[in-house]
T-cell receptor, first 115, second 116 residues
Framework: QQQVKQSPQSLIVQKGGISIINCAYE??????FPWYQQFPGKGPALLIA???DVSEKKEGRFTISFNKSAKQFSLHIMDSQPGDSATYFC???WGSGGGADGLTFGKGTHLIIQP | EAQVTQNPRYLITVTGKKLTVTCSQN?????MSWYRQDPGLGLRQIYY???????DKGDVPEGYKVSRKEKRNFPLILESPSPNQTSLYFC???????????????FGPGTRLTVL
């Protein structure tokens, strides 16, 4: 079964610090790796995504680092703010037309940024 | 406003009483999907639909049914709910997975279901 393994399950970071969430995948056919952010009482929303033709993608304070050989990717949140407190899900899918599956999600990381 | 709507948002029911959770999107999306979210298990796909009249099982389809008779609607049906179906349910949609798999999935606000 396709899997995306996410760690840690929960994370507490001081305001202004760097939050790092890691994911690993098994299926080498995966070629799209988005991160979703979920606030309490809301549905997940796309935060940032990467394709394996690049090793890093940055959008504001959020950066995805991708290591194709290790089959790992991570989310870095620089200068973490209390408003970043949320649950973060990594995900993966294959975009090359194989199969009809959508996204395979990690189990989520509950991030708390302490003021 | 482009959005995915779900109803009801909260539902408490009893074992065996059939229920339907509605999902509607106003973005003309072809792809729609249902997920359940449980603590420690993340988001697991129940069913998905690539287009009207095309549905298929996800990872955890047992005990659920779906239909896609119109492009905008994708209801989730629990014919005989059981306590292990107590969960938070999300509907999602995206433009298309046949033409471009890199489309963003838009999620609804969730339906919290409790089966007693």
């Amino acid at each position: 079964q396709q899997q995306v393994k996410q760690s840690p399950q929960s994370l507490i970071v001081q305001k202004g610090g760097i939050s790092i969430i890691n994911c690993a995948y098994e299926n080498t056919a995966f070629d799209y790796f988005p991160w979703y952010q979920q606030f309490p009482g809301k549905g997940p929303a796309l935060l940032i995504a990467i394709r394996p033709d690049v090793s890093e993608k940055k959008e504001g304070r959020f950066t995805i680092s991708f290591n194709k050989s290790a089959k790992q990717f991570s989310l870095h949140i620089m200068d973490s703010q209390p408003g970043d407190s949320a649950t973060y899900f990594c995900a993966a899918s294959w975009g090359s037309g194989g199969g009809a599956d959508g996204l395979t999600f990690g189990k989520g990381t509950h991030l708390i940024i302490q003021p | 406003e482009a959005q995915v709507t779900q109803n009801p948002r909260y539902l408490i029911t009893v074992t065996g009483k059939k229920l339907t959770v509605t999902c509607s999107q106003n973005m003309n999306h072809e792809y729609m999907s249902w997920y359940r979210q449980d603590p420690g298990l993340g988001l697991r796909q129940i069913y998905y639909s690539m287009n009207v009249e095309v549905t298929d099982k996800g990872d955890v389809p047992e005990g659920y049914k779906v239909s896609r008779k119109e492009k905008r609607n994708f209801p989730l049906i629990l014919e005989s709910p059981s306590p292990n179906q107590t969960s938070l349910y999300f509907c999602a949609s995206s433009l298309s997975l046949t033409r471009d798999r890199y489309n963003e999935q838009f999620f609804g606000p969730g339906t919290r279901l409790t089966v007693l």
